[in-house]
């Protein structure tokens, strides 16, 4: 008898205890992924997450029939590196440009008006609404049943939070009266009330505490399990949508009053607003309410009002034209600056960083902040002018912080009376500190850079940093620290973007594997590898974006990719170029004499929204042997997909070049050109035998000859106008 009981207790646990450990397991397995892939900031060593997942399979594999629907064993594979599967957006979810001053709020009246072509007087309505300081949700709902729910991920792409959605009590599972199909978007976020709360049991379970409402409620709705969801009190406004297969208001106030009708929380402060000393008199009145909301706002929205102005008005790259944030002045506080670093960027620009005693402001503790140039160190600005009244900022000194949203903490002033009796002017390096070249700063730049562009090991590190970033590789696994790591590793080096590619290759060469290091287990060397086959197939614009040239961001990257529509046909392009007369030309306005003779320079600075110094960056990188032999080493490894197109799909203006001439009397220039983007074409300033449509206005002049002579497609405005009607 007593064997028998004994031998219960240790090698035969009862069903009972078996389904407490699964469940104690199935939640340290999923904190471990949580710490590791969410906050990057693993908590257990990679061998005792492989022994817990060793003894949930093991546990598993002797009680089948208690394997619980969420086990761990389930969710590695596809979806473990990020923990939720991804979803493109039938519509792209854009974000707002930014005011900051009543110039600001008047300019974009303006420019409104003027892409309109709207007399400045004339009639136009806005809407005024509270910026919601949470993160945004876009919820797709078809015959009015909630079947998908998108963060919005970097805009093209978000992760699939449904199963968090669903217990949101704000977001209706079922919509009344909706069209066939709708995506409702608005913002998640937490009451301070509940944050509070909840910061609190996180304290008492020794949790992590979140740092503000915000992190909170993106913390929440990224939570992997939904039952943890559900103690989390997160609501949501709805104030925007995506794909519709209806029109279902004319104004932006009419559609946010029909999302409540059909079921959505709305707020309350959302109001109209006839002329711009009105929108800045609710931005007064929403300001001063702000803080008796009991949640974060963090400034206003305002909106044209009007949807079929909305339509006209369409996007920028990732903002719209028809609305813009107007933020709320930035929090201070005061610290000392204990020192000033020089960092080294990917181009070698010497950037300083002003290193503080830590201080809290808006909530968020700060260290750090950006010092930009030397110029700003010493009171100037880019124009020679004096800020700050002229004072400079020296290590020692009394500093002023402030913050604005999520961007890089700056100092706003100095106080010289608290300042040391010995402290002494700071004085810009003029070699790199990281390699001890010469660090010069050419005439009307206002950076000092790293001359020594091949052997700099901190540009080096910083240009395969930014290769692995988010809006490029985003490797997951593969952040700074392990590309620092990587870069000083003898065995397994990563120098250049290739070699990231071949890692795996050269660990399994290896006699010391990765998966055997310090920091480094079976699970995370294997995710490793899966993640970095993973983003080997990568479209053009993130290509041209990851490989870091000058001037060439996430929106000229995309410009470019758009363009050339193949890797071959941009590099056969500027490698073209490169040998130019217009290229070896310094002067811009020279450049002009040669244009005639330099077709693929012409080509390249024709794409609207570039210019010069984007084909300087491009030629230089190309022409250089090292830095082409890299690019070719990368490409080897590479599937590069076209763009994810963001226009209407069939278009028969794809593709096609336009250029606008003459005088339009029904639209403007802006709107034209929007409208030919809209739809996937591309519009030329510039002309060139590469021109496929010339629509004139009137009195166009020489280039409409030159058309002619040319033998190119040559069509009025009424004639644009049905073409872009009937395409889209
Ligand atoms: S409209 C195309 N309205 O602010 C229009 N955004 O900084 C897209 N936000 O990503 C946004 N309150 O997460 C809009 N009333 C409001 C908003 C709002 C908060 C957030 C949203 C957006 C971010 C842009």
Redesign the pocket.
Known sequence: MEDTQKRNDVSEPSEEEVRKQLVELATQIRAANIAYYTNDDPQISDAAYDALVKKNKKLEAAFPHLIRADSPSHQIGATAATGFSKITHSSR????D?AFDKEDVEGFDTSIRKFLGLEQDAKLDYTV????????LSLRYVDGVLVQAAT?GDGTVGENVLANARIVSDIPDRLIDAPQVLEV???VYITHEDFAELNERQQRAGAKTFANPRNAAAGSLRQLDPEVTRSRPLRF?A??WGEVSRGFARTQFDAIATFQSMGFKI?KL?QLAQSVSQLLAQYEQIEGQRASLGYD?????Y?VNDLNFQQRLG?RST??R??I?HKFSAERAWTRLEAIDIQVGRTGALSPVARLTPVTVGGVVVSNATLHNEDYIIGQDSQSQSIRDGKDIRPGDWVQIYRA?DVIPKISDVDISKRPPDSRPFTFPTSCPACGGAAIRKENDAVRRCTNAMSCPAQAVEKLKHFVSRGAFDIAGLGGKQIEMFYNDPTLPVHEPADIFLLQSRDQENQSKLADRDGWGETSARNLFAAIAASRKVTLDRLIFALGFRNVGEVAAADLARHFGSWERLVETVTTAAREPAASVRAEKQRKDFLNESPNWLEITSIDGLGDAVADALINRFSDRFERKAMDNLIGQLEILPIARLIVADSQLAGRMIVFTGSLQKMTRAEAKASAERLGAKVSSGFSKKIDIVVAGEAAGSKLKKAQEMGITIIDEDQWLELIRSDS
């Open positions: 979810m854009l974000s707002l930014n609404e509270p910026k919601i300081d949470g993160l945004s919005r978007r608005g913002e406004f104030y925007s707020n959302t706002i963090d400034g206003v929205v909106k996007a903002t719209p028809w609305a944030a949203g």
